[in-house]
């Protein structure tokens, strides 16, 4: 590829930088192109375009390939634990033994959250989306860390950071805790960080709780699977949001918001509402045909992908760690997996999803798992903000410490009504 690459705008001929990563498409610097051309690229959903230079996901969507600074995703998910994961992602290397037992032990101990957060809670009605709570009270934190919202601090930016990631369980199981009338479970420094977050979900002060640690096994590999994607929708959030300066527990409470739609990471709630209302194999056929009908604005929720044009990495593990915990759970012919295997394999065969290269993503089986584990519907999108937030705050960082950085600001193609003359409301109409 060569180093520039030349545009012609109005017979005016210009030559822009071309810059090469390491792996993955190069990109075309248009930095400078409205300045010396006084025109705009145009691409609404971002389909070409690069928003920054990042050294921590890569995706190759053809090939169905996911890296971790490097590391392919199913070493990582089958041989590392998703804290280990966190490390690489905040630091860039695996952690050392020692490293590991370090970082461990400083997440470990935020895990706690303001004793007056409690009061939030009492503010929700008890069926509110659990979402909408964790919206809510990850931007509350920031009332209550005044020592880690300055992010010119590098010491606050990896406070506020081991913050985000500890906290994150105990807000979740706190939300959780709230919409069935249970009593809020402490976290428990001698457990690690996914037991402990199963035991504050599903604890009862009435009695001891034993963590299954097949559950625990497949809740930390699912947490990994989820802890970063490049620049998705909710991670670009995070990053505009923070370009402005604001801190990072209201950046990461908008990217909570932004994953909540179901084109997004809502996708994994809506995809397990789909297969229920399938509910029999028999009825898959109609709803593959729905799905293709230009005029029926239904679609397979947890098939496609704005990257994967091939099967995504994680939605295979996730198809492994299903069988895992319904084999733990004795589950042998589940109504809804016998429904997402009938359906996955129509599609697979059918042109019109061969045509628009649409494969299971890692939505389409993660919701049967996290049912079959005991968590409601309700909660599948709060599991994947609670995994993501290490992606979103890594990313945060990456920017933030990019010399480069400026405020987000995108511009527009004006197509609204040329300049006009006010006219008095008396005489109108
Ligand atoms: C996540 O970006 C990320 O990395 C996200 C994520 C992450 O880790 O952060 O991977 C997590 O969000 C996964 C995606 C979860 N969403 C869903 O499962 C919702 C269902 N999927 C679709 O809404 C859709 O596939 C998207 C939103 C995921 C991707 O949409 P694109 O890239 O904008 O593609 P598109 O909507 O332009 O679709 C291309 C064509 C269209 O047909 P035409 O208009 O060209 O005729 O494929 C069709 C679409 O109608 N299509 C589908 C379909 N997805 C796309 N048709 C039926 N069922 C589907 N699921």
Redesign the pocket.
């Known amino acids: 590829m060569s180093a520039s690459s030349t545009i012609t705008v109005d017979d005016k001929q210009i030559d822009l930088p071309v810059k090469t990563g390491t792996i993955g498409p190069h990109v075309i610097d248009i930095g400078k192109l409205h300045a010396k051309t006084g025109v705009f690229t145009f691409d609404p959903?971002f389909t070409s375009t690069a928003s920054c230079e990042s050294k921590i996901t890569y995706i190759d969507g053809d090939e169905g390939v996911l890296l971790y600074r490097g590391y392919p995703i199913e070493q990582l998910a089958e041989q590392g634990d998703f804290l280990e994961t966190c490390y690489l992602m905040l630091f860039g290397e695996l952690p050392t033994p020692a490293q590991k037992a370090d970082f461990d032990y400083r997440v470990t101990r935020h895990t706690m959250v303001h004793d007056q957060m409690n009061r939030f809670f009492q503010g929700f009605r008890r069926d509110a989306h659990p979402m909408a709570v964790m919206v809510a009270c990850v931007g509350a934190l920031s009332a209550f860390y005044h020592d880690s919202t300055d992010i010119s601090d590098e010491k606050q930016r990896m406070i506020a950071s081991l913050r985000m990631i500890a906290k994150m369980p105990t807000l979740a199981a706190m939300a959780y805790k709230y919409s069935i009338g249970q009593p809020f479970v402490y976290p428990k420094n001698e457990l690690d960080y996914t037991s402990n977050f199963l035991r504050m979900c599903f604890a009862v002060p009435c009695e001891e709780y034993q963590v299954n640690p097949i559950f625990a096994r497949a809740l930390d590999r699912i947490f990994i699977l989820h802890a970063d994607?490049?620049q998705?929708?909710?991670t670009s959030t995070v990053r505009l949001a923070g370009s402005s300066g604001a801190n990072p527990f209201a950046c990461i409470a908008a990217g909570i918001a932004c994953l909540w739609g179901?084109?997004?990471?809502g996708?994994n709630e809506a995809?397990l509402k789909m297969l229920m209302e399938i509910g029999t194999p028999d009825r898959v056929k109609q709803y593959v045909d729905k799905?293709k009908d230009?005029n029926d604005p239904f679609?397979?929720?947890?098939?496609?992908?704005?990257?994967y044009k091939n099967y995504d990495p994680r939605a295979r593990i996730m198809q492994k760690t299903t069988h895992e915990v319904l084999g733990e759970l004795g589950i042998k012919d589940d109504p809804l997996l016998e429904v997402a295997m009938q359906l996955e394999q129509i599609a697979l065969k059918d042109e019109y999803f061969i045509e628009?290269k649409?494969y299971p993503?890692?939505?389409f089986y993660s919701g049967i798992t996290l049912k079959a584990m005991g968590f409601p519907t309700d909660m599948f999108t709060v599991l994947f903000a609670l995994a993501r937030t290490v992606g979103w705050i890594a990313q945060w960082a990456e920017m933030i410490e990019d010399p480069s950085q400026k405020i987000g600001r995108p511009r527009q193609l004006y197509i609204g009504p040329d300049k006009r003359e006010y006219v008095p409301i008396s005489q109108r109409g």
């Open positions: 959903g994607h490049e998705n929708a909710s179901p084109a997004h990471g996708a995809a799905a230009k679609r397979l929720m947890g098939f496609g992908h704005r990257v628009k649409l993503n890692i939505d």
